[in-house]
């Protein structure tokens, strides 16, 4: 089954240190990926996508992430991080064209100390 | 401006009750979508619309109803067939359904059962 995997549930980090947030997702085929945040209150917003093209996708707020496909992987990084990124993460991964639906991991919640 | 309206913001429904949830964007989208959040679950696909008059079942409709009557417009009604109803619901559009599309969300209604 079509699914996508967030490693972590929730991680916890000092101002000004680095983050990565792991995503895996199943199928090998063609697929599209998605990072969406949501901040404590707000609307769930893309943060960037990858659709084709140079795997190193930069996004809003310093974020960016690698695609990489031999790995099925779609790991979102900050090189460092604000009190202001505590938020939840999700990733997403359309499956199967244009023709396909979302799916969500199950989100990684953010906290960052000031 | 444009966007996403959801209401109302918090809705609670005693046992055995339908209730409807609003959903209307003016973003001029033809696909709109109704997801569940639940803690630690992600984002899960209710129902999804490519089109008036058309929609079509997501990965937990069971107890759940929708509408399209407008483009507009996408109400989300929770049956007393579901359940376990309380949840926070986000409903979202895209331009056209598929894999290009980035997907805008409304700020969700939480409901719950008492």
């Known amino acids: 089954a079509q699914s996508v995997s967030q490693h972590n549930h929730h991680v916890i980090l000092s101002e000004a240190a680095s983050l990565e947030l792991g995503c895996n997702y199943s199928y090998g085929g063609t697929v599209n990926l998605f990072w969406y945040v949501q901040y404590p209150g707000q609307h769930l917003q893309l943060l960037l996508k990858?659709?084709?093209?140079?795997?190193l996708v930069k996004g809003i707020k310093g974020f960016e992430a690698e695609f990489i496909k031999s790995k099925f992987s779609f790991n979102l990084r900050k090189p460092s991080v604000q009190w202001s990124d505590t938020a939840e993460y999700f990733c997403?991964?359309?499956?199967?064209?244009?023709?396909?639906?979302?799916?969500f991991g199950k989100g990684t919640k953010l906290s960052v100390k000031p | 401006d444009g966007g996403i309206t959801q209401s109302p913001k918090y809705l609670f429904r005693k046992e055995g009750q339908n209730v409807t949830l609003s959903c209307e964007q003016n973003?001029?989208?033809?696909?709109m979508y109704w997801y569940r959040q639940d803690p630690g679950q992600g984002l899960r696909l209710i129902y999804y619309?490519?089109?008036?008059?058309?929609?079509q079942k997501g990965d937990i409709a069971e107890g759940y109803s929708v509408s399209r009557e407008k483009k507009e417009s996408f109400p989300l009604t929770v049956t007393s067939a579901q359940k376990n109803p309380t949840a926070f619901y986000l409903c979202?559009?895209?331009?056209?359904?598929?894999?290009?599309?980035?997907?805008?969300f409304g700020p969700g209604t939480r409901l719950t059962v008492l």
């Open positions: 997403a991964v359309n499956y199967g064209g244009s023709q396909g639906n979302l799916i």
């Open positions: 619309s490519q089109i008036v008059n058309d929609f």
């Open positions: 973003l001029n989208h033809d696909a």
């Open positions: 990858y659709f084709s093209g140079d795997p």
């Open positions: 979202a559009s895209s331009i056209m359904r598929g894999s290009n599309n980035e997907q805008f």
